[in-house]
T-cell receptor, first 113, second 113 residues
Framework: AQSVTQLDSQVPVFEEAPVELRCNYSSSVSVYLFWYVQYPNQGLQLLLKYLSGSTLVKGINGFEAEFNKSQTSFHLRKPSVHISDTAEYFCAVSETGFQKLVFGTGTRLLVSP | KAGVTQTPRYLIKTRGQQVTLSCSPISGHRSVSWYQQTPGQGLQFLFEYFSETQRNKGNFPGRFSGRQFSNSRSEMNVSTLELGDSALYLC????????????FGPGTRLLVL
C-alpha cells in the first residue's frame, strides 16, 4: 500500500517570494507522483507529474517539483508566487499501471500582498 | 474539448434517503474514477470503472455503489444516507485504464441533514 505525507497543513508567504511545499511518500512498489491544485469550490487540476526519467519536473503556472528516490520525497517549488496561487495543493501517488490515487492531506498556500 | 462534467453540482438530502450522482467523462475517455473529499478524511478513492466493469474499489461500505454505461458515463449511488456522507464527490476520467493522467470534474457537493 502507498501513503503520502504533506508535512505542512498551511504555508503563508508574501507575494513574489519563493515557496516550497513538502511531500513524502511511502511505497513498496514503483509509483507515479503527482501534484494537484484545488481552488475554492472547484475540482482538482493537475499541476505536474513524475512518471520516470528526469527527476526535475516542470508543470503549469511556473511550478516545478523534484523527485528524490532516496528520500522518498517530491517537493513542489515556485520561485515567485502570485496572489492567484492561493489554493490548496495535494500531493498524490499511484502504483504504476493502476488508476487509484492516494492523496496527502493537502497544504493550504496563503499568498498575501 | 469539453471537460469532465458532474451533475448535479449541489444536493441536499436527509438521513435515510438515497442519492445518485452522475459523471460524464471527457469525450473518448473510457476510465472513470470516483473520490470522496471531506474535511476529516481528506480525499479517498471510492471506485474505478473501465469498459463498464468495476476494476478497483476503495474501503467504503456497500451502501456506496456505482456503474458505468456503454458511452462511458458513470453514476454512483449512495443508499441509506448518513450525516457522515456529506462531502464533495469528485469524478475523474482518463483515456484508458492505468493511464497516469486523470482529469477531474468540479464535483458534486452533497449535504445530508
Amino acid at each position: 500500500a502507498q501513503s503520502v505525507t504533506q508535512l505542512d497543513s498551511q504555508v503563508p508567504v508574501f507575494e513574489e517570494a519563493p515557496v516550497e511545499l513538502r511531500c513524502n511518500y511511502s511505497s513498496s512498489v514503483s509509483v507515479y507522483l503527482f501534484w494537484y491544485v484545488q481552488y475554492p469550490n472547484q475540482g482538482l487540476q493537475l499541476l505536474l507529474k513524475y512518471l520516470s526519467g528526469s527527476t526535475l519536473v516542470k508543470g503549469i503556472n511556473g511550478f516545478e517539483a523534484e523527485f528524490n528516490k532516496s528520500q522518498t520525497s517530491f517537493h513542489l517549488r515556485k520561485p515567485s508566487v502570485h496572489i492567484s496561487d492561493t489554493a490548496e495543493y495535494f500531493c498524490a501517488v499511484s502504483e504504476t499501471g493502476f488508476q487509484k490515487l492516494v492523496f496527502g492531506t493537502g497544504t493550504r498556500l496563503l499568498v498575501s500582498p | 474539448k469539453a471537460g469532465v462534467t458532474q451533475t448535479p453540482r449541489y444536493l441536499i438530502k436527509t438521513r435515510g434517503q438515497q442519492v445518485t450522482l452522475s459523471c460524464s467523462p471527457i469525450s473518448g475517455h473510457r476510465s472513470v474514477s470516483w473520490y470522496q473529499q471531506t474535511p476529516g478524511q481528506g480525499l479517498q478513492f471510492l471506485f474505478e470503472y473501465f469498459s463498464e466493469t468495476q476494476r478497483n474499489k476503495g474501503n467504503f461500505p456497500g451502501r456506496f455503489s456505482g456503474r458505468q454505461f456503454s458511452n462511458s458515463r458513470s453514476e454512483m449511488n449512495v443508499s441509506t444516507l448518513e450525516l457522515g456522507d456529506s462531502a464533495l464527490y469528485l469524478c475523474a476520467s482518463s483515456l484508458v485504464q492505468g493511464q497516469e493522467t486523470q482529469y477531474f470534474g468540479p464535483g458534486t457537493r452533497l449535504l445530508v441533514l
